[in-house]
């Protein structure tokens, strides 16, 4: 009778346990800064990986805050997203690896399977929901050169093809 206690508490701390740890990222830079006990880490010339999501980001400034598990890239933003294929350009892009979302500021150029093009500002990319959605002004172009111009906000989803 012990034991089948003993088990269903290990059973519900290794449940509970892998549902707080978040995935490993790898950040190169010519110069690194560690602040606030290891909490936040900041970068410069940054080009970070997450192999468990097959994600890349390069840019010129990126600050790590794990405690959050966000992380901020500035200026000259490349986001790769090699799972699906997608492509984004920004300003400044935010990536909060606990809900999966990527959040622009600012300018942002999104290229998807070389079948979609997305010229807009202050896009979020729901990488769970593959949904790319925004409530400002955007362009969307496809590769049969068809041209959308929406004026206030959309729903693309990435897995029907289709505009909302």
Do not use: C
Not at 41 to 54: D, E, F, M, R
Request: aromatic residues 14%.
């Amino acid at each position: 009778m012990n034991y089948k206690i003993l088990f269903y508490i290990f059973f519900i701390f290794a449940l509970f346990q892998k549902t707080a740890f978040t995935d490993e990222i790898n950040i190169n830079s010519s110069k690194i800064k560690v602040l606030e006990e290891g909490n936040i880490v900041t970068a410069l010339n940054v080009k970070a990986n997450i192999p468990s999501k097959k994600i890349e980001i390069e840019g010129d400034k990126s600050i790590y805050d794990k405690k959050n598990s966000k992380l901020t890239i500035i200026n000259n933003v490349k986001f790769f997203d090699n799972l699906k294929n997608i492509y984004l350009e920004g300003e400044k892009v935010i990536y909060n690896q606990l809900t999966d979302l990527v959040k622009t500021f600012g300018k942002t150029f999104i290229r998807i399977e070389d079948k979609y093009y997305i010229y807009s500002n202050d896009l979020n990319y729901d990488r769970k929901l593959q949904k790319i959605y925004t409530d400002k002004e955007t362009i969307i172009k496809d590769k049969k050169q068809n041209v959308f111009n929406l004026e206030d906000n959309f729903v693309f989803d990435i897995n029907t093809e289709i505009v909302s």
